[in-house]
């Protein structure tokens, strides 16, 4: 089973998008800077998850989500997280 999955920087909101087979552990790495694309903007927040059976796949979804439209969805999402936790 392979993950797209989203995350949210805490210090500027912006968004990364990435694949993995355990986004939890993924996550601690990205917070632990071993990650060098992530590591300057620390911590991050896993808010999206989407299950996928094959690896092709969720990089097919990872292209999406990387896009103008699929980081408008995401935007998307995490107005929608914000506004119920406010």
Do not use: C
Not at 38 to 64: D, H, N, Q, S
């Amino acid at each position: 089973m392979y993950f797209v999955y989203a995350l949210v920087s805490k210090v500027d909101r912006r968004i990364y998008v990435g694949i993995s087979e355990d986004p939890s552990s993924r996550l601690v790495e990205h917070n632990s800077g071993k990650t060098q694309s992530t590591k300057g903007f620390v911590p991050w927040e896993l808010f999206f998850t989407r299950a996928f059976a094959t690896r092709i796949e969720a990089r097919e979804y990872e292209k999406y989500y990387k896009s103008g439209s699929g980081k408008e969805k995401l935007k998307r999402i995490l107005g929608a997280i914000v506004q119920r936790i406010e």
